[in-house]
């Protein structure tokens, strides 16, 4: 069913000793790497280089977020404009209507002189 493995001949003298210098070596090389490791993310956790970081990507996604709007607002540059005059008269209306309201009583009584006047020739 199953066949056993074949193992290569060794010299198990030398086995011993090359696999201790091979653990040695793998544990400074492992050493090593997590001093590296350690001292990186001591630097990159640095309170000043987290703000650095941070502020480094809002300003990105803030630039990326202005540029889409822009884009947007571009290519509905017509609706916004309405949009904006429609609220600036609706926001605005109260003194328009107060500036206006001297023309408008002028215009009126313009209207009723027309008006008499019609009348005073349609009864004759």
């Known amino acids: ?16 000793a090359e696999s201790l210098a091979e653990v040695s070596a793998r544990r400074l090389a492992a050493r090593s790497q997590w001093q590296k490791a350690l001292a990186r993310a001591k630097d990159r956790f640095a309170p000043a280089n987290l703000r650095d970081e941070a502020i480094e990507t ?20 017509w609706k916004i404009a ?12 109260k003194p328009i209507a107060k500036a206006a309201a001297p023309l408008a009583d002028k215009a009126r009584a313009q209207a009723e002189k027309a008006r008499d006047a019609l009348r005073s020739t349609g009864k004759r």
């Open 1 to 16: 069913m199953t066949e056993p493995l074949h193992s290569t001949p060794h010299d198990h003298d030398d086995d011993g």
């Open 58 to 77: 809002a300003a990105e996604k803030i630039g990326n977020a202005a540029d889409q709007a822009a884009g947007l607002a571009w290519t509905h540059r």
């Open 82 to 93: 309405l949009a904006g005059l429609l609220g600036g008269l609706f926001l605005a209306r």
